[in-house]
């Protein structure tokens, strides 16, 4: 059984940063595509991130395609998500989520694991 456990959130200015950190436990990550899912207030999950267990191909939404950076560490079975230039319609609930799968995915009811997810909240 594989498990996620995502860390890193809080609250930020706008322009700042945060990274988000999900660990992977269970199975190996390699074997497993891992996507950022973003639930704003009152809203459904978006895919705004993913990374490939096959090529490490990488897919951003347009909403934060040149702020935010995804990455991971099999060493650490850790995928992270480095957030820069912050706005206020990032505030919400980030999950991150597995699917056994070499393609990346964007779509909430293709993954498999959830993360309880983590709050992230930027406002002056």
């Known amino acids: 059984q594989l498990q996620l456990v995502e860390s890193g959130g809080g609250l930020v200015q706008p322009g700042g940063s945060l990274r988000l950190s999900c660990e992977v436990s269970g199975v190996s990550p390699d074997y497993y595509t891992i996507g950022w899912f973003h639930q704003a207030p009152g809203k459904e999950h978006e895919g705004i991130s993913c990374?490939?267990?096959?090529?490490?191909?990488?897919y951003y939404s347009d909403s934060v395609k040149g702020r935010f950076t995804i990455s991971r560490d099999n060493a650490k079975n850790t995928v992270y998500l480095q957030m820069n230039n912050l706005i206020p319609a990032d505030t919400g609930v980030y999950y991150c989520?597995?699917?056994?799968?070499?393609?990346?995915?964007?779509?909430?009811?293709?993954?498999?694991?959830w993360g309880e997810g983590v709050q992230v909240t930027v406002s002056s």
């Open positions: 989520a597995a699917v056994m799968a070499t393609k990346c995915s964007s779509t909430y009811s293709d993954m498999d694991y």
């Open positions: 990374v490939s267990s096959y090529d490490g191909r990488t």
